[in-house]
């Protein structure tokens, strides 16, 4: 299971990227399925992973925004005062009680490894106190903490030679595991940093890339407004480009050691995202188009992922599923795909997409949704989500507004339908509503310091 951080719904050549080059990760869709509608649970990302280890919405866990962000009790005025709300309280950690998709996983045999971001908890919460047997690099922190060259200043992974680089090194480690584990069923979960901030890529790959910014030609604007924010409309971005192609080769990495141990044609391979791709601010270095907007946002851009599922002698090579899924679907299948029983109470928010991948049928469910009652530091409000079929609606809780948008002519979320369609508008956010209540979401509340 390979899980990058922050990448966007076209940041690999596969998915339509005219800039980055990404010919591993291009090698896994060719050999697997493609998804064009996958989702991450939330626009941020420990919620997401939450949802990857449990099966649970975010809001059903009321771990809804990353772990780490401010509480509405502590922030501070001068953050606040400009804000008609205060964010909803959330969890921020991963709950023990959860029986997770590693401890799952483990109870049946498996031997779990972890490599990479955690950013579900620190001790006592830690990978190695969730079912994984091995952690490598995962701790409470979102970013790697001295950044993504030697020494990593990373109390769960020891330091490499000066300058070595951190995918590279996690790849290693993911690999050696697999070689000590290869006679035996095993969960190898790397989860890269990259390509989080900070902004850093080896000086050859900038170099490369600097090259090719300069030959590419755009012919649309370079910059846009997504509410008070700038937002990046093209991809051409040195940096950005380098740790794109880093992480490409890690993966190049593992699958070439599958290759080499002879594992390749019975081990599934899985590739997805954990939001949408940073565009509206900390640098702004990637573009979602013709996605709306970016991480931290409830507009596709945000919300909307690369993955790629490979399960080689089941999985059409080159297959494409344009059906909607979510990563809380991750948990059942991954359980039917070794062949063992379902946890319904555990993943109740999840389905298994083993109908799909054999293109045999569709999930049973009428919708997915997201609950995000927070000001994302990328420029988001708090507001929910739900997709049913090609409509989409978003609810804004500032102002207590709906958007509503057909995905199918319109992906770019452009043309708001909600005074066109009201009685559409009203049919999905009835349905949303009962979600909410069903899953008991918290939501945002006035704010007393505002102006």
Known sequence: FILVDDMGWRDAACCGSPFYETPNVDRLADEGMRFTDAYAACPVCSPTRASIMTGKYPARLDTTDWFGAPQPDNMRDH?????????????????????????????????????????LG???????????????GGHHRGSPPGGYFSPYKN?????GPEGEHLPARLARETVQFIEANREQPFLAYLSFYSVHTPLQAREDLIAK?????????HTGPAWGIEGDRKVRLVQDHPVYAGMVEAMDTAVGDVLGALDRLGLADHTAVIFMSDNGGLSTSEGSPT????????????????????????WPGVVAPGS??????????FYPTMLEMAGLSLRSDQHVDGVSLVPLLLQRGVPERDAIFWHYPHYGNQGGSPGAAIRCGDFKLIEFFEDDRVELYNLADDIGEQHDLANEMPDKAAALRKRLDAWQAEVAARFPSPNPNAK
């Open 209 to 217: 890339y600097e090259a090719k910014a300069k030959q590419v030609e």
């Open 79 to 119: 953050w606040t005062k400009d804000k008609s709300l205060l964010p909803a309280p959330y969890v921020d950690v991963l709950p023990l009680e959860e029986v997770t998709l590693a401890e799952a996983l483990h109870g049946a045999g498996y031997t779990t490894f972890f490599a990479g971001k955690w950013h």
């Open 155 to 159: 109390p769960k992974l020891e330091d």
């Open 122 to 136: 620190g001790e006592g919460y830690a990978p190695e106190d969730q079912g994984f047997d091995i952690n490598k």
């Open 287 to 310: 573009s979602n188009l013709p996605l709306r907007a970016g991480k931290g946002w409830l507009y596709e851009g945000g919300i909307r992922e690369p993955m790629i599922i490979k």
């Open 320 to 329: 494409v599923c344009r059906e909607p899924v979510i990563s809380n679907d």
